[in-house]
């Protein structure tokens, strides 16, 4: 069965600290894999999408590597800030004929001032 | 800003009635989704369209149904609503013309049924 982890679930830190967030996932046949980031009560907001011939996806504070062969990619936030709080999800794509998402459980981050 | 809206944003219902949750997208894109997100389980899929009348299962299907009549509307019907599907609904979007694009999302409807 193909499955996507996150560790850990959540993450306390300091404002101003760089932080890395993981996924794992466990078959490494994916097409892509996509970020987000979801607030409280709210939908989730597509961060990066890295494809799978690629190393890496960045955004502004945001980076996101993919390395296909030991199934992890993670997510570097340079410079957290407390609006950075919130849960970040990864989801990988497979293709094949549904196209639908598999997720993680999510990291749920606080950045505290 | 993908252009999605859900509606109705809360819904709080009886067991057994049923209940008709809607996506509605401005941008024309080809693919839409339903997802379910619940505690301990994350999101999962529940059915998607490719297409107008073009719709298929997902993941956790049963007791669920779709129709999309219009390229722009997606609808999720639950015929005789249970309490084991209160959840968080979100409707998503592909861009482009096929899978493998950025999914984006709706703001979710939140579903109670007692």
């Known amino acids: 069965k193909q499955e996507v982890t996150q560790i850990p679930a959540a993450l306390s830190v300091p404002e101003g600290e760089n932080l890395v967030l993981n996924c794992s996932f466990t078959?490494?046949?994916?097409?892509?894999l996509q970020w987000f980031r979801q607030d409280p009560g709210k939908g989730l907001t597509s961060l990066l999408l890295?494809?799978?011939?690629?190393r890496e996806q960045t955004s502004g504070r945001l980076n996101a590597s993919l390395d296909k062969s030991s199934g992890r990619s993670t997510l570097y936030i340079a410079a957290s800030q407390p609006g950075d709080s919130a849960t970040y999800l990864c989801a990988v794509f497979y293709g094949g004929s549904q196209g639908n998402l598999i997720f993680g459980k999510g990291t749920k981050l606080s950045v505290k001032p | 800003d993908a252009g999605i809206t859900q509606s109705p944003r809360h819904k709080v219902t009886e067991t057994g009635t049923p209940v008709t949750l809607r996506c509605h997208q401005t941008?024309?894109?080809?693919?839409m989704y339903w997802y379910r997100q619940d505690p301990g389980h994350g999101l999962r899929l529940i059915h998607y369209?490719?297409?107008?009348?073009?719709?298929d299962k997902g993941e956790v299907s049963d007791g669920y149904s779709v129709s999309r009549s219009k390229t722009e509307d997606f609808l999720l019907t639950l015929e005789s609503a249970t309490s084991s599907q209160t959840s968080v609904y979100f409707c998503?979007?592909?861009?482009?013309?096929?899978?493998?694009?950025?999914?984006?999302f709706g703001d979710g409807t939140r579903l109670s049924i007692l």
């Open positions: 369209s490719y297409g107008v009348k073009d719709t």
């Open positions: 998503a979007i592909s861009e482009g013309t096929g899978f493998y694009q950025p999914q984006h």
């Open positions: 078959d490494s046949a994916i097409y892509n």
């Open positions: 941008e024309n894109h080809r693919y």
């Open positions: 890295i494809q799978s011939s690629q």
